[in-house]
Structure formats: C-alpha cells, structure tokens
C-alpha cells in the first residue's frame, strides 16, 4: 500500500495546485451566491476527516476497479489487500458524495461480484462474493448521499425518487421509468431537452411554433415539469430549454404521477436533476463545431473551496450559435450556473445556486407551414420560412434554488426545498389565416411580452420504521407551488394585414413589411396549488412489498383578461382533492420482480355546468402491471410494463336551450378517454465497454363516452405515434484500438395524422431517423468526437396539425464535431 500512498499523495498535491485555481477563477466570474459570506483566497484541497458519524466526502472518477479501489483506500485510509487475478478487466464506477467505509465499498463494488471482508486487525480482504450470501447482505443506509450519473460510464442510476418521495432504485419502483444519463447526453450529442425526450421510451415532443415545444407520453400531454424533484408548471411560451449543460440526467416516470405534482394530466412526470459540486477539483472546456455554423464551447469547472473539503462550488458556462436550416433562422444561446454546497455540520448539508439562460431566436416561426387544402404536403424545400424576416422568439430564464439536508442517527433524513423561476417572453411574428377561394393566405400578426414568475417548496422527512417485528420505509411532506402570469402588453394590426401570398410560391411571403402595432392585449392570471403528501412501502414478506399513499390539494386559478374594451375575469378552486397511490412488488428471484399499481391525478377545468356551477375535475388514474429485471447487479436494467389509463369527466357541450344562463355556454362532464398499451425498456452496460438503450412504446388511445363533436369511438391523441422505437448504443474499443469508441442511436415512429372539424385531414407515414458517432481519446484529458445525425437525410415534419398551419419540417441531415479537454 506504500506506493499507492505514495501516488494518493502526489495526486492530492495536483489536487491542492487546481483548487486554488477554481477559487481564483469563481472569485474572477463574480459568483457570489447568498449565505456565502466569503471566498478562501488560496484554497487546498486535503483528504477529508471523516465526521463522528464515519462518514467521508469523497471525489473519486471512474476508471478500472483496482484503480478506484486504490483511491478509496488512500483516502480512507483503510487496508485493502486486493488481488489482481479479482480484479483483471472489471470497470471501477464513479464515487460522489459522503460515505462510511462500508457505504463507499458497496458503491464501488456493485456489479463486480465480489465483495470487502474485514479481519479482525482492522483491515479488508477482496473476495468473490458466494452466492448464497446475495440475499443476506445487510441493507447500506448512505447520509447525504447525491445520486449522479456523471462519470459513472453508465446509461441507468441507481437510485430515483421522482415517481415517490422514496428513494427507489429503478427496479424497486413501481411505475415505468427510464432515465438519459449524462453519459448518453453527451454519446449522442444531445444539446437541448427535446433531444433527451425525443429518444426516451414512449415520449413523443410536438411543437406548435419553432421555439414552442410539449411532451407527450401515453396519448397525453404533459402538464408539469420538475426541476431536482421541485413541480413546477410545464411553460413552452417562456421556459427555456435549449442547453442540457446543467443537468446530470432527466428522469421520466410515465402515467398518473399526481402524488408529488399535484394537477395534471396522466402522462408522465420529467425531472431534470443539475449537476453538483464534486468533491475533488475537475473539470472540463469543450468547443464544437457543425453544420449551419454550429458553433459552441462550454467551461465545467468544480471542486472544494476550502482544506476540509466542506465547502464545495461549481460552475457551468455555455456559449452558442448557430444558423438553423431554415432560411433567415438562427439561434443565439447563453447558460451560466452556479452552485455552492456547505456541510455545516457532519450530517447537514446547505445548497444555494441558481442560473440564468437567454435564448435569442431571431426569424423564429410562430405557427408553422401549410398543407394544401386536401391535406397533402407542398412539395417545399426544406429551407422555406413560415413567417417573414422581421419575426423572433426570445426566451429568458432566471432561476434562484435553496436546499437543506438534515441526516439523523436513526437513518432518517429531512429535506426543505425551495425554488423561484422567473421567465420572460419578447416574440413578434405571424401565423396564418385560412386559404381564400383563390387557394391565397393571409398573415395574421401578433407581438406579445410575457413574464411569468413560479415560486415552489417542498418539506418532507424520510426514514425506516419497524412495526411487526419488519423493517418498512416511510416519507411524509408538503409542497406549494404559486404561478403568477404577466403577459402584456401585447396585440396585432388591428385594420388588417393585406399581404396575401400563394402558398405555392412560399418565398414572397418572406417579404412581407413591418407591421404597425396595436398593443391593446393583456392578460394577469395567479394560480396556486398547495397540499400534503405521504407514501409507506410495506415489507409484508422478504419478497413482498406494500406501497400506500396519497395526497390531500387545494388548488385555485385566477384569470384577468383585458382586450381594448373588452375585460373577462375568471376564478375556479378544489378544495381538499384526494389523489390515492397504491401498489404492490414482489420478487420472483434475484433478478425480477413483479409489480401492480394504481396511481391517479387531476385537473381542474374552467368549464360550466347547465346550473351555473363549474365542472368538477377532470379525472386521470393509470393502472398498470409490469415485471423488472436487474442483471449484473444492477449496472442492466429491463423492464416489461402493461397500462390502461381512463380519463374522465371531459367536458361534453350541451345545447343552449339546456344551459340556466342561455347567454352562457355550458357542459356536462361526461367525456371518457381510455389509453392502452405496453412499453419494454432495456438500458445500462452489457460490458464495462458497451451500454445499450433500448425502448419500444405501443400507445392507443379513444373517446369512450360522447364528446364534443361526436367523437365516441374515434382515435384520440392522433399527432403522437401508437409505434415508437428509441435505440442508442456505444461500444468502446480495447486492445490495439484502445482509445476509440462508436456507437448509432434511432428514432423509429408509426403514422400519425391530425383531423380538424370542417378541415382535410393532414397525414404523415412513419419514418426512422438514424445517427452515427465516432469517437477517440488519445489521453484521460482530451477526447474528440464525431456526430453525424439523420444520417440518411430523412425529409420528415417533426409535427403536424392541420391544413391551415402548424406543421414543422424536421432537421436534414447534420454534423457536429466536439473536442473536449478535461482537467
């Protein structure tokens, strides 16, 4: 062991030699967060003194397992006696965050098949794990522990709390979910969240305008997004999500996820977790380059701020430009993020942070192209503008975040979360009226400002309890979320816009002249949703798990609407709304469990019933049976789900004559939508060089009960795909190619189509987008990599709607070359 001190030590001293770096360089941006009274001038990072409680903070990269084996120990200051003939070949992961002894060796031997043996000096042994011991092995209760992705090598996580307040592994949880790691965002140049989404199992994203963008999973739209396990309103108008730089990873649970959201819709919850400091110093610069002049860098430095390594920073900075495909379309990106983490004693942990994103759009479409009027495509070329030169779409985001984390002796923890996001929306453009006898168009202008403000908190305590002689796991908490919406002023031309154009010869329309404003339109709404919440996970028999929950909301919205003379006011609550959780896993073996559950949401509606009153809620409850498996302890993760998600209580238009105020219209809740299907999913690391991504949706969804129109009986959610294939693989080389890695990843979706009352409707066959990557490392700190996407320039519209406007071509084939130094 006297060497790998020896080299432990040489390795701290480059430590100490970059950390005064990375405070000279944070004191030199200017970041300066609340509760940071001030910056260490020099800063060394030392090994950590472990608190009274064992635990560590550690920073350790991945590489092969003797080697982060050897540094666990070093840094531990453990004896660890290992043989090489154990070792030869296995991957060592990653290690962040604070541990034990005992913690940190479970997390860097999962997956191995072996396991650290004490003896009685003191000291480990490494052996292979016998087999029979698998199920005996004694649960690790790790304290503040952060999950990551990053540097894990990985395609899957080991733990998730999205679709509960209970961290689960994705196997323990009794939901459908996947996760893009960081590893995968950079694999397959994912630069935005729609990349991320469109290539994740059974999530479809649709746009309305250029720069305007949903998501969508099991035949609904999505209604919130979290942001590090925080609800907050999903707000394509204003929320910018053009750079993936942050985040470590986005995790997806499909179906009714109304037990930490509150109002929505059953289609899927999205967390996009952010990166956090390490705890040693490392970082990166990357510069890209690519088609339409792409062009970007990115820095990512992090690190502790003080010789005990309690004070740890990280900063990310993205710079980006580039020209788009279409004609007059370009976009302008800026990133800048902040985090700060503190252990302000051994068991508690401050985070403060936050960012601020401006995306500049300059030629961005409002409302997309037309089809003719039977519904069929023009035969465009893939360059052609929507909307003339003068129009854009610009985006900014300012975000501010708290956290505290309290872990107790007793393996309980408490956390208090809190959030405010402010975005801002500049945008002039035009969308277009409906085709004249002549088969002409008309521009309809609009020029709008909107700021939009959400504030979110979140209380909740975690931790094990035994009753009847087992040991069972419970989480309890609270949450508020307040949106308040400014938008304004706004408005059009209001004598008319007289430029009609043939759609037949689209590049007049570009010309169009600059309109006079009429700013008559604005709009204040405040929408407020509070409640509490509770989830139980019920060991009944070592193979069979109870889960139990639910929450109690209170929900208002308040809607002011002022247009020239006109002002509209509306106001709808829900009072003390119950959503039940319940589901049940059993463990077939080591490596499969099954699972059932039961989950449900809700959404207010603003629609009135034939005795004045409004509507009650619409209903979302998703019921679903799966089975998982986890092979190579954990590092490969399968999973087979069925689902069935009824939706009720749509609002079904009623004739005037039925209504008690006949200047009013109004409804009766009896709409019924049913969604079915399956999805299958299979992701992690087949090899310590080859990970997989692999997932397939089956989606059909209708009208039950008579709807608006006539509709029982028809298709519903048309515009997403019932077929959706998502694949990604990476294989890196050995041997004389060591240092080289490929990989391909594929986006295969069935026919879609979009029918308006009274219009043609507007079909698309289904089509398979496929990219390619090459990549090499000729050292540890510098890697260059080649993306190649739409690799067999596919023409495609990556949505569609209807023949007057709304359909968005998809991009041509591109390029992207990205050279990344890490220090």
Not at 563 to 585: D, N, Q
């Amino acid at each position: 062991m006297s060497q790998e001190k020896n080299r432990a030590d040489s390795v701290s001293g480059r430590h100490r030699q970059r950390s005064v770096r990375l405070a000279h360089m944070l004191v030199g941006t200017g970041i300066v967060l609340a509760g940071a009274t001030a910056w260490p001038g020099a800063v060394q990072a030392q090994p950590v003194v472990a608190g009274q409680d064992g635990m560590r903070q550690y920073g350790i990269e991945a590489g092969t397992l003797d080697q982060v084996l050897n540094r666990f120990a070093a840094e531990s200051g453990i004896a660890l006696a290992i043989d090489g003939a154990l070792t030869a070949g296995l991957p060592g992961p990653a290690l962040s965050g604070r541990y034990d002894v005992a913690g940190g060796l479970a997390v860097l031997l999962a997956g191995s098949g072996l396991e650290a043996v004490r003896n009685r000096d003191g000291g480990y042994v490494l052996r292979r794990r016998p087999r029979q011991d698998v199920q005996a092995l004694e649960a690790v209760t790790v304290r503040g522990q952060q999950e990551v992705t990053e540097g894990s090598g990985s395609y899957t996580t080991g733990l998730m709390s999205t679709a509960t307040p209970l961290a689960l592994s994705i196997r323990e949880t009794p939901q459908s979910v996947s996760v893009v790691t960081r590893d995968r965002m950079t694999d397959n140049s994912m630069t935005t969240v729609e990349n991320a989404l469109n290539y994740t199992t059974g999530m479809t994203v649709t746009s309305t305008a250029s720069e305007r963008n949903g998501y969508n999973a099991r035949g609904f739209r999505v209604s919130n997004i979290m942001i590090d396990g925080l609800a907050m309103g999903h707000d394509d108008d204003v929320l910018g999500s053009g750079t993936l730089d942050l985040y470590d990873r986005i995790e997806v649970v499909r179906g009714a996820t109304g037990l930490l959201e509150g109002a929505g819709n059953p289609s899927a919850s999205i967390n996009l977790v952010k990166k956090r400091p390490t705890a040693d110093f490392r970082g990166s610069v990357a510069a890209s380059y690519g088609r339409w002049h792409n062009r970007g860098t990115t820095l990512d430095a992090g690190g502790p701020l003080n010789e005990a390594g309690t004070l740890r920073g990280r900063v990310v900075t993205t710079l980006r430009d580039s020209d788009t495909f279409t004609s007059g379309y370009s976009r302008e990106r800026r990133l800048f993020y902040g985090i700060l983490e503190a252990d302000i004693t051994d068991r508690t942990t401050v985070t403060l942070g936050g960012y601020h994103n401006r995306e500049d759009n300059p030629g961005a479409d409002w409302n997309g192209l037309p089809t003719r009027a039977d519904g069929s495509f023009y035969d465009f070329d893939r360059n052609v503008r929507a909307s003339p030169y003068w129009s854009y779409w610009n985006k900014e985001n300012t975000q501010a975040f708290a956290e505290v984390t309290h872990a107790f002796d007793n393996g309980w923890k408490i956390e208090l979360k809190g959030s405010w996001l402010e975005g801002k929306l500049n945008m002039a453009g035009t969308s277009l009226l409906a085709r004249q006898a002549d088969d002409t168009m008309f521009y309809n202008t609009g020029k709008y400002h909107y700021q939009h403000r959400q504030t979110a908190l979140d209380l909740r305590a975690s931790g094990p309890f035994e009753l009847a002689g087992r040991s069972h796991q419970l989480a309890v908490g609270a949450n508020h979320r307040r949106k308040v919406e400014d938008d304004g002023p706004g408005g059009w031309v209001t004598t008319g816009y007289p430029y009609a154009f043939d759609p037949a010869d689209w590049a007049a329309s570009v010309e169009a002249p600059d309109p006079v404003w009429d700013m008559v339109w604005g709009r204040e709404s405040k929408e407020i949703q509070y409640g509490g919440y509770a989830t139980a996970k019920f060991s009944l028999s070592d193979p069979l798990n109870l889960f139990l929950g639910g929450r109690l909301s209170w929900y208002t919205y308040d809607n002011l609407i002022r247009s020239g003379t006109y002002v509209g006011e509306t106001r709808y609550t829900e009072h003390g709304k119950l959503t039940p959780y319940a589901a049940l896993t059993y463990d077939l073996n080591d490596q499969y469990t099954v699972y059932g559950s039961v989950t449900g949401i809700f959404k207010p509606q603003n629609y009135t019933s034939a005795g004045g009153g409004l509507l009650d809620p619409v209903e979302g409850t998703n019921y679903e049976v799966g089975i998982k498996g986890e092979y190579l302890d954990g590092r490969l993760n399968a999973s087979l789900a069925v689902f069935q998600i009824n939706q009720t209580n749509l609002p079904n238009a009623l004739p005037q004559t039925a209504c008690s105020n006949t200047a009013i219209s109004c409804y009766a809740a009896a709409g019924e939508v049913r969604s079915r299907g399956f999805e299958a999913e299979l992701s992690g690391n087949v090899t310590h060089n080859w990970r997989v991504f692999a997932g397939y949706a089956y989606v059909t969804a209708k009208y039950l009960e008579d709807s608006t129109a006539g509709q029982a009986g028809l298709r519903y959610g048309t515009t997403t795909p019932k077929h959706l294939l998502t694949l990604s693989t990476v294989y890196t080389f050995d041997g004389a190619l060591a240092g080289w890695r490929i990989g391909t990843s594929a986006r295969i979706q069935g026919r879609t189509h979009s029918t308006v009352s009274g219009e043609a409707t507007v079909r698309q066959s289904g089509y398979g987008i496929v990219n390619l990557m090459a990549g090499y490392s000729p050292n540890r700190n510098l890697d260059f990599q080649l993306n190649v996407l739409n690799v067999f320039d596919r023409n495609y519209y990556r949505s569609i709607s209807y023949p007057g406007n709304g359909n968005l071509l998809g991009e041509p084939r591109s390029w992207l070359l990205t050279a990344r130094y890490s220090f």
